[in-house]
């Protein structure tokens, strides 16, 4: 099943991985006051959103795409558009300006929630990205709010065991889940021969889990986590991780809970956000849920309308975080 669909998302999320892994090297390599410019996340997002866009209505022309990005600033703004195009020229091969406008766009429009589409974030976790820190693609394949298929491209997830370009991860329901090694060079496919089927962890006791969330405490309250691990008697320090490779680390068995409860009661999350993770997590042998126990639909629009507070766990802890987690906040 998705035999099609896997190889092209595969293909398409590693070379958008390897244009964002480029463009982060400059980064790093700048000074540091080049580190706080937007601009180079902004070119590698329209540039890794044109590539995977490409290649999916190349191969189902049909499939709407619902992204992060739309390109109103890159039609505004010629020598933006010149920058992307020139990337996404050196990452691909020539291509036509206006059909990349096109591409990026084909993001934005309305489509149907209750029928066939996907869904992509060309780099979830900017501020990892601008940090040199952890960041993901991620694309997920949804049919009748279900995901389908989901794949994370994770340039920098654990150099030491998935080498120098990190990892990309990826599940097709009832598939099981496999990780492989990005090369460079060599877009991954379905039969890469060095993927790994991943497995999460088999803890089922909270005081040896590790639990991870948000570097970022604007988009998650850290303390309310704390409250909920203390209850749970978790002993370790929280592992700190930008983006979905917090799912990657769940799916391979690196850490055990993921909490997301944002700060502010109004936030919802995007579905780009979390449908490839989710994917991978649950194909991984976990569980992923809001925080009243609920699996995530995505049948809602662009947001989880309904959802509040996100909890992807190995699949045993989960049931005894979500009393943990209904015990200290209400929901
Ligand atoms: N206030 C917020 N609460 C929760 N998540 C947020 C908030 N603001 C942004 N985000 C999203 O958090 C994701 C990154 O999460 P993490 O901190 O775990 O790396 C991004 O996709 C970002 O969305 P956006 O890309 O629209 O800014
Ligand atoms: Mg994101």
């Given at each position: 099943m998705y035999r099609k669909e896997l190889d092209i998302a595969l293909s398409a999320v590693?070379?958008?991985?390897?244009?964002?892994?480029?463009?982060?090297?400059?980064?790093?390599?700048?000074?540091?006051?080049?580190?706080?410019?937007?601009?180079?996340v902004t070119i590698a997002d329209f540039g890794s959103q044109a590539i995977i866009s490409m290649?999916?209505?190349?191969?189902?022309?049909?499939?709407?795409?619902?992204?992060?990005?739309?390109?109103?600033?890159?039609r505004k703004n010629d020598v933006l558009r010149g920058k992307?195009?020139?990337?996404?020229?050196?990452?691909?091969?020539?291509?036509?300006?206006?059909?990349?406008?096109?591409?990026?766009?084909?993001?934005a429009r309305d489509t149907n929630f209750s029928g066939r589409f996907w869904t992509v974030d060309p780099i979830d976790g900017t501020?990892?990205?601008?940090?040199?820190?952890?960041?993901?693609?991620?694309?997920?394949?949804?049919?009748?709010?279900?995901?389908?298929?989901?794949?994370?491209?994770?340039?920098?997830?654990n150099p030491e065991k998935w080498g120098a370009n990190g990892a990309i991860f990826y599940a097709?329901?009832?598939?099981?889940?496999?990780?492989?090694?990005i090369e460079p060079g060599t877009p991954v496919g379905r039969n890469d021969l060095n993927a790994?089927?991943?497995?999460?962890?088999?803890?089922?006791r909270p005081e040896a889990?590790?639990?991870?969330?948000?570097?970022?405490?604007a988009h998650s309250d850290h303390e309310v986590h704390r409250r909920i691990c203390d209850r749970l008697g978790i002993l370790a320090s929280p592992c700190r991780i930008d983006s979905q490779a917090k799912y990657a680390a769940i799916a391979s068995g690196e850490a055990s809970i993921y909490l997301r409860l944002p700060r502010s009661s109004a936030y919802r999350e995007k579905i780009w956000d979390h449908a490839a993770g989710a994917a991978v997590v649950t194909e991984a042998g976990?569980?992923?849920?809001?925080?009243?126990?609920?699996?995530?639909?995505?049948?809602?629009?662009?947001?989880?309308?309904?959802?509040?507070?996100?909890?992807?766990?190995?699949?045993?802890?989960?049931?005894?975080?979500?009393?943990?987690?209904?015990?200290?906040?209400?929901?």
């Open positions: 590693s070379r958008a991985a390897k244009l964002c892994r480029d463009v982060q090297q400059t980064l790093v390599d700048a000074e540091s006051v080049q580190k706080k410019d937007r601009s180079p290649a999916l209505s190349a191969a189902f022309p049909e499939d709407p795409l619902v992204g992060e990005e739309d390109a109103v600033l890159l992307v195009h020139n990337l996404v020229s050196n990452a691909i091969g020539a291509v036509d300006e206006d059909a990349l406008i096109e591409a990026i766009d084909r993001g501020k990892g990205f601008l940090r040199g820190d952890q960041y993901a693609v991620a694309l997920a394949l949804i049919e009748a709010g279900r995901v389908v298929l989901g794949v994370l491209g994770c340039p920098n997830f097709v329901a009832g598939g099981g889940a496999f990780a492989a090694p790994k089927p991943i497995r999460v962890d088999g803890t089922n889990a590790r639990f991870c969330e948000s570097v970022e405490s976990g569980r992923v849920t809001d925080f009243s126990g609920s699996p995530l639909g995505f049948t809602e629009g662009r947001t989880l309308k309904s959802h509040r507070g996100i909890l992807a766990t190995n699949g045993r802890l989960h049931d005894g975080v979500l009393s943990a987690i209904q015990s200290t906040v209400a929901i």
